[in-house]
């Protein structure tokens, strides 16, 4: 049989087979074993104790941490704040740099710039950055006079979460700018031209036409920054390590101190399960509001 | 008086655009500052912000003494191959999973979510399991799998919500015209969604690009060793010599941002030859 | 025809199989995996070692210093076989060794060699009775001074805590330096290392002989207020509890602190030839506290172990064995200015003349001390990591914060 003569529905199972082959073919595997580890007493500092199955007992310890709620609080409150200001930003800086103007180029260029750095990298240019001695924002507030005295960005348990929001919207709003922009240019000019016809203002323009025809990369936007921030990582680690006091400990970090520094596979892997649930209920929450239709019209 | 209001208009806009890219690039702009500064002033108290002298000595030595132009092959050629098998195996799903008619779109649609919402963290160990039954460790495939499976879920998103702002009656059109579905979606409606093709390309190629944890893990060897990791090779236990890492990092971000700056010219020429005209 | 192809197969398995056995015989690969650092020295001794034995040939692989840990774990979980040798940090020994990932070395190495190695870092490479890693260089918490200041005010390096506090007080308000002192105390490691030097100074520790929690005591809870009103007071920068060595070595190396706590890589900096404070740096002992009765340091430093999946262990030693010998540690001192583990090296005169000042603080290096001992190491330091930190950024007090951690601690191991 030839490709051609496929009927529609054979032609789609076909499609779609190598990309589902590829994604669950290499990820099947560790997602499942993350979970059967989770249920198994797995500490490799005790290795004569076995591999026995326990069932949810691992899930039971890890609830009655203190420090996993605080990781959990931690990472709800980074990723709202930070994933909001970015859609925010990143909607605004779409909006400008689809304008026409002078210079259009250079803005788009390093707009982009703060994305195509790697993360660990960004981390440790920020922590320059916020250094009370030799940091430059501290020497440019003083010189603003905003402040009175250097202060410690990522020292300091009321700055250290904020400092590290910033760094990270600062990395990532390029992301979200991106998908908005492509999503602008889908947008047919005819309906602006018809809408100003009608007599309608720019606000009314954004409203009724530009927010109900970018609501799909609005949604893959959010939708992937939020997966992202829930399981952010390497920006923490690099900043303040978790510091001050567990204060910007996120679960990726605190799971990652319970795999790899306590060697503690089964309640580590309890962590890894329950950032996973967490993002689940957060996705289907976004794609339940936005109420995305795929059947055919 | 309207002359004079627009002259304010364009100046204010102007000064918010100064300022806008000025904070954006500030950290980027600094490390281009740190990177040309003499070693001696590097950490001054207080900050010097104009040095007393300038050098490009550590691009030369970086391009000429350290395994960095290996470091950028190396991940040229992951990130490009990835995002090639991205682009071509998502834009087959998502055409299928956007315009054609086929079952269990959402359960499909929500694994495939779901997949990339596991922390990497306890995902590294498994997946350098399999890597290493399969002789992988050590190769460029060994990152372009694992980089092609966790970067389809975010391809296929963007590229369904393009290929949704099709309207139907294009295939209708193609078919009575006789066209096969096939033919439909290779010729009609692929490139309409070139846009949405290239800004995935370059999402996807820049997260390729960047990634870090597996590259430390599944690539010990230094021929095999991609930018990111390259880039933290320059620290020592505990020195950061932030003059040579500023440099490494500019002489891997400007290619980036030029080939990035081509790509979006196509976002938006490639919109304009094939404009859905309705 | 069919038999004449059977025949071919076969011959070639054959002819594979014994090429492959004659390779093995031939030459024995090791993979050496370490963390990136002072590589063209380590570089140039496998290329001489491979030389001297054409049986074995060491290949290097490496990895960035600050996750080297995980991707040892990854691999050591994975039970993987493709590297031979490890160099890890001295605090991971017990916990790689009671998880069964590297190898005792006691069957190549005898009671007297080890011997010739310092205390300390043998002490804090040996679990359960049994060696399982080999110094390769060690190192130690120093007090770095500025000599010129100190000499100026006509005062001897402080001995006391309070003679540290005092001291760097005075030079800070009558001198050009912002800062009287900078230390390490974000909420990572380095914070263990930097506090254990005062509790031990004071006499405490966090466990004892026997391995029972003796934390919240009354030594450590003095150790910890100074600690805490070290770091909170404006002697130290105030950024200090998010600095690690890097932060702290800044403003001391720009002539702008009169007193630094860090390791012994600083030395190399701070007497680098465009350094600002080249020829007015001391180094000394960390001082005592009231209850304590000598000065204490926290022992850093690399070791070299066995993996135990590797195939080739008795290889992997002889190689170990030639990159801890005296001549390759007289060389790596001179080339990199690590500190050796082996005492002779210390009489070295070549050493001695590049580096005079390991005479006086031998004592330094040979009193260091290894943090607890114990495969639960990582999970104890990231509690008081967390405790202490609450203290010196927090509302917590120094009790409060000790005994929590103490009782947390005490759980765990039991």
Redesign the interface.
Known sequence: MKINDLSERQLGYILIAPALIFIFGIAIFPVFRTIWISLHNIDLRIIHLGTPFVGLDNYIAIFQEARFWNALKNTLFFSFTSVSLEMFLGFGAALLVNRKFKGRSIVRASVLIPWAIPTVISGLIWRLLYNDQIGVINDIFLRLGFISESVSWIGNSSTAMWSVIVADVWKTTPFVTLLILAGLQTIPKELYESAKIDGANKWQEFINITLPLLKSSILVALLFRILAAFKVFGLIDVLTSGGPSNSTESLSLYAHRLLFRNLNFGEGSVVSVMTFLGVLLISFIFVKIFNVDLSRK | MRLLNKYIKKILFGLFLVVFTGIITFPFLWKFLMSIKPDSELYSIPIKWIPSSISFQRYVNILTTTSLPTYIKNSLIVATTTTLICIIIGSMAAYSLARLDIRGKKIILSLVLAISMFPAISIVSPLFLILRDFGLLNSYLGLIIPYTTFALPLTIFILTSFFRTIPFELEEAARVDGATYFQAFIKIILPLVTPGMFTTAILVFIRSWNEYLFALTFNMSDSMRTVPVGLTMFQGEFAVPWGDISAATIIVTIPLIIGVLIFQRRIISGLTAGSVKG | MKKLLILTILLTFVLSFSSVIMAEDDVVELVL?G???DTSTITNMIERFNEEHPNINVVQ???????A???Y???F??R?D?FDIAQIDIVWTP?FA???WIAPLNEYFTDSELDAFLPGPITGTSYDGQQYAIPRFTDAGILYYRKDLLEEEGLEPPTTFDELYTQAGLLQSNYDV??GMTLQ????EGLICNILEYMWGNGGNVLDEDNNVVLHSEENIEALDFFAKLVKSNVT???????????A???F??A?SAFQRN?F?VWG?VQAE?S?VKGKVGMAPMPVGPNGEESAATLGGWNMAINNFSNHKEEAATFIKYITNEEAQIENALNTGRLPTLKSVYNSEKVLEEYPHFEELYDVFINAKPRPVS??Y??IS?VM???I??VI??SKNSNEALRDAHNEIENMIN
């Open positions: 995996y963390r990136v650092d692989e490496s990895t960035p210093s600050g996750d840990r995980d991707s774990v990854t691999r979980a994975g993987d493709s916990e009671s998880a069964g912002s800062q105390a974000q909420q990572y920068p105030s950024g200090v509890s998010s600095y690690v060595e890097e932060d070595r800044v403003p190396n720009q702008d390791w890589y900096h465009d600002p495969p639960m990582s999970q990231e990591q967390r405790e930190h609450s950024t927090g």
